[in-house]
């Protein structure tokens, strides 16, 4: 299983970023995908998740400002983040079946 994150940036307060995460190697189809983020000096965090029905969960920290969707016939998962906030800044990372990407880093500008 290989995953391949995408679409982090540099972002003005208030911005707007859309990363996507690639699965390959596997069938994901019944399997949640799972976003976390790491803010530089801080634990690694859960955000968000989707399951394979589509149902979407997220942390009070992004609820509201973050949505979810995937695209199960391309193996892949888009989190669109909007009202990003320097809080926000952080290496953003999507897990499935237990495997982590590399990481995407999002930065967000005051």
């Known amino acids: 299983v290989q995953l391949q994150a995408s679409g982090g940036g540099l972002v003005q307060d208030g911005g707007s970023l859309r990363l996507s995460c690639a699965a390959s190697?596997?069938?994901?189809?019944?399997?949640?995908w799972v976003w976390f983020r790491q803010a530089p000096g801080k634990q690694r965090e859960w955000i968000a998740s989707?399951?394979?029905?589509?149902?979407?969960n997220f942390a009070d920290s992004v609820q509201g400002r973050f949505s979810l969707s995937r695209d199960n016939s391309k193996n892949l998962v888009y989190l669109q983040m909007n009202g990003l906030k320097p809080e926000d800044t952080a290496v953003y990372y999507c897990n499935i079946k237990g495997r982590w990407g590399q990481g995407t880093l999002v930065t967000v500008s005051s």
């Open positions: 190697g596997s069938s994901f189809g019944s399997d949640a």
């Open positions: 989707i399951t394979s029905l589509g149902t979407t």
